[in-house]
């Protein structure tokens, strides 16, 4: 099940586990990615909070946590390759795995036809 976030962030779950990053649209605005910041695993992320940070050439933006839960696993060839999230940010490009404290609450977000309404 794939969902994406009114924040440009989208989630992929499997299982009780969802891989996490940002949408085609937001790397497309962002531009050439130069760093990535990811939190810990094991860390805490309750929705809403920054739970990462993807700089640009042109600015720096968070990463929120679109749901509540623990990560579980950090994409380290992205921190080594910040341009993998630009060029390929729902495959390769990924950010982060988190098991998170409510599965049902993916229902909530938006399904890719909604997504590709909302950031037209």
């Known amino acids: 099940m794939l969902r994406f976030t009114d924040e440009h962030e989208w989630l992929k779950l499997e299982g ?29 992320l309750t929705k809403g909070e920054g739970a990462a940070v993807v700089e640009s050439v042109k600015a720096a933006s968070d990463v929120y946590a679109p749901l ?10 992205a921190i080594d390759d910040p341009a993998t999230v630009g060029s390929d940010p729902q495959g390769a490009g990924w950010l982060y795995r ?11 977000l938006m399904d890719e036809a909604a997504y590709a309404a909302f950031a037209k």
């Open 16 to 44: 009780e586990v969802a891989t996490v990053g940002i949408t085609a649209h937001a790397a497309e605005q962002l531009g050439d990615l130069i760093f990535i910041e990811l939190p810990k695993v094991g860390a805490k």
């Open 68 to 77: 509540s839960g623990e990560v579980t696993e950090v994409n380290a060839a």
């Open 98 to 108: 988190m098991r998170l404290a409510d599965p049902s609450a993916m229902d909530a």
